[in-house]
């Protein structure tokens, strides 16, 4: 352990003095790009569960990923900010990176926190730019980087996707953000059409060569996220799924440098409005309930029945437990 902290100190060392070492370095390294030149995004020492964020990221057998990870976790953060950047700047050197969210605001907020890093981030621009922004093409946001003649391009499922092209390239790098919010999974028609749209927008829009990697919370047990694990572990598609809870599944805190007690936790609770909230979006749990605006039970079906002999058929089921796709929290730091 001595022998390792001892290599990686020097390393640090390295970079700081030689700006050739360094840009060598940050273009291999997902996770040192983002400490160099993103850290002021992080304000707390990072857990376990993002390094393994930024390993995925840059594994070239990963083409795939769907990532679960409770409210504040910086999901996006790490694998929508940083990634569309070291995937053009580093050593992937992605030619055209789609972002898109289920709404196009959703999808300019991402895309400014971008454009912000490329014209106002001096230690970026020094080692890795210059870069140069644009407002064209398709109707979405878009900014170019002709240094490396890649584009960075914005979307939302308000538009079609079918087709798209950077020039002569297709989306190498898609990232989808927040596709879904509560009222896309109200009914399993809604959410079907949501699974649909994917398949035929999202992915026919790349290549066999495109990274495709999608970001949320938990909304429903047969949400967008929810089908696309059960995909994957049926082998319908090869990929990773991974879900980063607030406590792991013996109740452990996974983010012990933003979250370093019990009692920070109970008044996090405190402060969300209601239990099911807290369940799905920081514990990732999911509770069935009787609602048909929250949690999506097909009206139909509870008007013909009524309320009573509804909850008879369909009891409430026990939390629902994400198992081995949850990493446990480390023991120590």
């Not at 070492?21 to 940050?26: K, T």
Request: aromatic content about 10%; charged content about 30%.
């Amino acid at each position: 352990m001595a022998t390792a902290r001892k290599e990686y100190n020097e390393i640090i060392h390295a970079m700081l003095a030689d700006k050739a070492v360094r840009r060598s370095i940050v273009r291999k390294s997902h996770y040192l790009f983002f400490c160099f030149y993103l850290s002021h995004y992080m304000e707390y020492e990072m857990a376990p569960f993002h390094r393994e964020m930024f390993n995925l990221s840059q594994s070239k057998r990963n083409k795939f990923l769907v990532i679960m990870a409770a409210r504040g976790f910086a999901k996006s953060t790490i694998l929508n900010l940083s990634y569309a950047l070291w995937s053009i700047l580093g050593e992937q050197k992605k030619k055209f990176v789609l972002i898109i969210s289920g709404t196009h605001s959703q999808a300019r907020y991402h895309f400014m926190n971008i454009r912000e890093e490329l014209k106002n981030n001096p230690r970026l621009a020094a080692d890795l730019g210059p870069f140069e922004t644009d407002d064209a093409g398709w109707g979405v946001n878009s900014l170019s980087l002709p240094k490396m003649g890649a584009r960075i391009s914005l979307a939302s499922r308000e538009q079609a996707l079918r087709g798209i092209r950077s020039g002569q390239y297709r989306p190498d790098l898609i990232i989808c953000d927040d596709l879904e919010d509560s009222r896309d999974v109200e009914s399993i028609a809604e959410r079907t059409a949501s699974y649909q749209w994917f398949v035929n927008e999202v992915m026919s829009a790349g290549s066999k060569n495109t990274n495709v990697v999608v970001l949320g919370n938990l909304l429903h047990e047969d949400s967008l996220l929810m089908r696309l694990k059960k995909d994957i572990e049926q082998k319908k598609i090869a990929g990773v799924f991974r879900a980063y809870p607030l406590l792991d599944d013996d109740g452990r805190i996974m983010w012990p440098g933003k979250y370093g007690s019990q009692k920070q936790i109970e008044a996090l609770q405190m402060s969300v409005l209601d239990t099911e909230t807290w369940e799905r979006e920081y514990l990732l749990k999911y509770r069935g309930h009787f609602s048909l605006i929250q949690l999506g039970k097909e009206r139909d079906e509870l008007t013909r029945l009524g309320a009573e002999e509804y909850r008879r058929i369909h009891p409430k089921p026990e939390p629902y437990r994400l198992g081995e796709y949850r990493i446990s929290a480390p023991t120590k730091l």
